[in-house]
């Protein structure tokens, strides 16, 4: 089908603009599932009560956790828990914006990013025995109740994010978009939005095989958008590459945009912040800290 948008137009074979695109469908619990945190640094409260959330309710599963020069949380782990010690290749990348992220060594340090994010979900995988299904999640993510997903989905998210909401992030968009045409098989990106990222292990490594065939074309997504490096984003674009996009769940909430979701029976819920440390990024409202110390 013809998309049009604004001053734009592309062609896909779904309609890519549609935030539900899983209405009508059923259900099937997910009973099969690897948990991989990507990064814990600094939050101790609130990554402790997010992985505890995840013992109680999937006590079978394994848990693989990254903490990229933050804390040791070393006397977390047990049989099922595995905790690693990586150096921190987050904290650069909160100093790009669109002004400046093609500058070499902004252009270098989301290009690690990318390269770490996919080398974690790998080493996370083998430590999980290869489960049916993958949650990359982070610390302001709970997990309160088993998930499920709906019929015939491969990645599962909100899709709340969308490109046309201003034209300069749409431009990029459909700059990425250009990169994806010429790699056959693959579909456009305009709506993301999956923290945590919930995906099948096996339709995973379909998409990377295809993104390490096409990669030195793909190495150049970093010139394109300024965070196209966030698991958030980087994870679909990757997925779009065999076809497959994000299907929207009505599992997920968070608790910014969702005033009532303490009240709500949303098994996922994200941006809960309630237990950071105000020293770090943020804190339970969402804020930046730090900038609002600079402004105060």
């Keep these: ?19 539900n695109n899983s209405r009508w469908r059923k259900y099937i619990p997910i009973n099969n599932i690897g948990f991989v945190y990507n990064c814990v640094f600094k939050q101790r409260k609130a990554f402790e009560y997010s992985l505890n959330q995840i013992r109680k309710i999937y006590p079978e599963s394994n848990i693989y956790v990254v903490s990229d020069g933050g804390f040791n949380y070393s006397y977390l782990g047990e049989e099922k828990v595995k905790i690693v010690m990586e150096e921190d290749t987050k904290s650069c990348l ?23 994010t996919l080398r974690r979900v790998k080493e996370g995988i083998r430590f999980c025995n290869n489960p049916e299904w993958i949650c990359m999640t982070e610390p302001d993510v709970i997990i309160r109740g088993r998930i499920s997903y709906p019929e015939k989905a491969n990645l599962l998210g909100m899709r709340v994010n969308y490109a046309w909401h201003n034209q300069k992030c749409l431009d990029m968009f459909m700059d990425i978009n250009h990169l994806l045409s010429k790699i056959p098989g693959s579909i456009p990106i305009l709506r993301w939005g999956a923290v ?9 490594y379909q998409a990377i095989e295809k993104y390490e065939q096409n990669f030195d074309l793909l190495n150049t997504l970093t010139e394109k958008y300024y965070n196209v490096g966030a698991f958030d984003l980087f994870l679909p674009i990757i997925f779009c590459l065999i076809g497959v996009e994000e299907t929207f769940s009505n599992e997920f909430t968070e608790c910014i945009r969702n005033p009532n979701w303490k009240k709500s029976k949303h098994p996922i819920v994200h941006q809960y912040r309630e237990l950071y440390e105000t020293e770090d990024f943020y804190y339970s409202d969402g804020s930046n800290y730090k900038d609002s110390q600079r402004n105060s």
Excluded at 1 to 19: F, P
Excluded at 94 to 116: A, H, P, R, Y
Excluded at 196 to 204: C, H, K
């Design 196 to 204: 945590p990222v919930i995906f099948r292990t096996e339709i995973f």
């Design 1 to 19: 089908m013809r998309i049009k948008i604004k001053r734009h137009t592309l062609e896909s074979k779904v309609n890519i603009k549609k935030r």
């Design 94 to 116: 909160k100093l790009i914006n669109e002004k400046n992220f093609l500058d070499k060594e902004n252009q270098l340090s989301i290009k690690k990013e990318m390269g770490v």
